[in-house]
């Protein structure tokens, strides 16, 4: 009787789980198809994943510092190759191939196994069919605390879904001078689906190149990595402390879509002297992801300590057909502000930019007119911050856009974006950028409305506007395309802006009209343009902040008839700097707007029915815990 009633109270709370989730996501549902991302960010695959650890056949199977031939397909095939020695098994002049899409090269497991795998060639192919219920194999495999160093070695895979190095949970992975590729999908593997997290990142590929996974660490030295689309050197759902990813004067590309690194939640990437590029996105941090970029000359002797070439000196290059950096943060349950994340990105004397000669295969209005709508929107921003708050530090950077555009906050294109209610924006961490020892021209455009922007000058000279947007705008803006994930307001009452401060020797050359939320100008710093403060003159005193409705106007070149033109012709998802006026928005009575210094106390009505079943959840799991306790103590 007790394991009856323990059974219907669980499902009783299987139930009300979904509850306050449905009453969150019900206004969520993606247009024409699309799908929000898995938890962690960019997880996934059509076909089956090889998962989360190593296989356990392979070519090749070295466990505990040992050849393991039981596990071989070929028990002892390449044995004479394998030499022992210096503390560590040496697989040299190594030659494989297979076309068989599940082949796996080689697998190096367990704490005891240090292996270098020199001067060879494995490529792997696809030459008969297969579907998504296969599961591809990789290159090289290592796991549980193994060592892999990977020297003077060409790698190559061939087909959807597949992986040309994996490092799974603890081990370390060391590469030099080396070529690693993944040539995506052949005619064999058309039947295996795309990553289903694509279409919420709106990026295209089908197989990543390198695979970091778990606690790893993994280095990359005078090496080219290389995917068609997808990823390149890519990090998923880090565990415990998080992984590292190192790159030193290595090249990373997806050549025909995707990203070419990706530091997801609580992975760090560190880039010193390497070149990024990729079709779409040059990296993406997801959640509490870090990205730091540097110069060659930056790395320390715990980065270099595995490199087995002569130093280089060479700055790092970030480069995106679409965005040279995107920040995101998934939101798997709808939860808001709990589920609010701050990426980080930290560059030195590093480019970054974006170039419309490299361009995706993937047209985004298959999706959907306002989804190819939104990709035009962004195309050419240097950063693209979508529904999260974001930790940008820039210093002695150089940037260029092809649309002017420097940063652009937006909300996520996705079901899964992190949207906040009026008051949350003061709970969480702004999208902070701080630009040092350089100078730049383009705009920043912050239509997250949701969330507050600073943007801090430090000895810096930015030429250009900055734009703080409103849900008004944001949604006036995409009010001809009907119903889309990225309209979840219709009534918020926060108003946050851009809090700008002009530091010390930092000027702001004002290219057209600008508003802001705040300001700061410090001793030393200038600013080109005709300031006004809630429709006021204003000439700012050194350290005093203001804030308000405050508009700066600078001097506009005067367009051209046909510039004219252009101007009135442009097409409505393009962001207007000037205001937007419609019916509705005249209808508006427009009171200045000040930063709100307390947290609202209102929120959506959707938070009560989280809170009612979450309690029932609690109730019903008190009530199962105390069956069981019961039921425990009758058999004693």
């Known amino acids: 009787m007790g394991k009856k009633w323990i059974r219907l109270l669980s499902m009783a709370l299987c139930l009300t789980i979904p509850l306050g989730y449905a009453a969150l996501a019900a206004d969520m549902a993606p247009p024409d198809g699309m799908m929000g991302p898995p938890p962690g960010g960019d997880m996934g695959a059509g076909g089956p994943p090889p998962g989360d650890s190593a296989p356990t056949n392979a070519a090749i199977v070295i466990t505990n510092g040992a050849e393991d031939t039981a596990a071989e397909y070929e028990p002892g095939a390449y044995a004479g190759q394998i030499k022992a020695g210096d503390g560590m098994l040496t697989i040299d002049g190594l030659e494989l191939s297979s076309g068989d899409y599940t082949f796996n ?67 370390t992975l060391i590469v030099n001078h080396a070529t690693v590729t993944s040539t995506g999908s052949n005619e064999y593997t058309a039947g295996v689906s795309e990553p289903f997290s694509n279409e919420a990142l709106l990026i295209s590929g089908t197989a990543r190149a390198n695979f970091s996974i778990g606690a790893t660490k993994t280095y990359y030295y005078d090496s080219v990595c290389t995917a068609e689309g997808w990823a390149a ?11 590292d990813l190192y790159a030193y004067n290595t090249e990373g590309v997806a050549q025909n879509g995707g990203y070419s690194t990706y530091a997801d939640t609580n992975c760090r990437v560190w880039l010193y002297g390497s070149r990024l590029t990729a079709a779409e996105i040059g990296c993406i941090i997801s959640k509490s992801g870090q990205i730091h970029a540097y110069h060659s000359d930056s790395a320390d002797d715990e980065v270099m300590q595995y490199h087995e070439g002569s130093p280089v000196s060479t700055d790092t290059r970030i480069v995106g057909g679409r965005n040279a ?50 990709i035009e929107a962004v195309s050419g921003d240097v950063f693209l911050i979508r529904s999260t708050s974001a930790d940008i530090q820039l210093k002695n950077v150089e940037m260029e856009s092809y649309n002017g555009v420097l940063v652009h ?47 801090e000058l430090e000895n810096a000279t930015l030429t250009g506007n900055i734009v703080s947007g409103t849900m008004d705008s ?35 050359n004002v290219t057209g009209e600008s508003n802001l939320r705040s300001l700061t100008v410090e001793a030393g710093g200038e600013i080109s343009g005709a300031i006004t403060l809630d429709g006021q003159p204003l000439e700012p005193e050194a350290g005093e902040t203001y804030t308000g409705q405050i508009l ?85």
């Open 105 to 171: 090269g080689l697998v190096v497991s367990g704490s005891d196994s240090v292996v270098r795998l020199q001067k060879s060639s494995i490529a792997l192919g696809v030459d008969t069919e297969a579907t998504d219920d296969d599961t591809g194999g990789a290159a090289v495999n290592l796991d549980n605390g193994a060592t892999l160093y990977i020297s003077d070695s060409d790698l190559t895979v061939d087909g959807a879904a597949r992986y040309v190095t994996a490092n799974y949970n603890d081990a």
């Open 233 to 243: 050197l890519s990090t998923d759902s880090a565990t415990g402390d998080g992984l």
């Open 325 to 374: 950096v995107m920040i995101h943060a998934p939101d798997m349950m709808g939860q808001g502000v709990m589920a609010a994340d701050c990426g980080t990105f930290y560059a030195e004397n590093t480019f970054l930019g974006t170039d419309d000669d490299l361009k995706s295969t993937k047209d985004y209005h298959d999706y959907g007119e306002a989804v190819g709508a939104y």
């Open 409 to 455: 906050t937006v909300l996520n294109s996705d079901s899964m974006g992190n949207f906040l209610a009026a008051g949350d924006g003061e709970q969480v961490k702004p999208v902070a950028v701080t630009m040092k020892d350089m100078e730049v021209t383009g705009d920043i455009l912050h239509e997250d409305y949701q969330r507050r922007m600073t943007v």
């Open 474 to 508: 944001w949604n006036i803006r995409w009010s001809q395309y009907g119903e889309v994930n990225w309209v979840v307001d219709g009534s918020f009452d926060a108003d946050y802006g851009v809090a700008l401060t002009v530091g010390e020797g930092a000027r702001w």
């Open 552 to 636: 700066v106007k600078g001097a506009e070149p005067q367009e051209t008839e046909a510039q004219e033109e252009d101007s009135a012709e442009a097409p409505a998802e393009v962001m207007a700097q000037q205001p937007v006026e419609t019916p509705a928005a005249q209808e508006r009575t427009q009171e200045p707007v000040t930063v709100p210094e307390e947290p609202a106390a209102e929120h959506s009505s959707g938070s009560g029915t989280v809170v009612i079943a979450v309690a029932l959840g609690v109730v019903a799991l008190a009530i199962i815990f105390g069956a069981a306790a019961a039921a425990k103590k009758k058999k004693k």
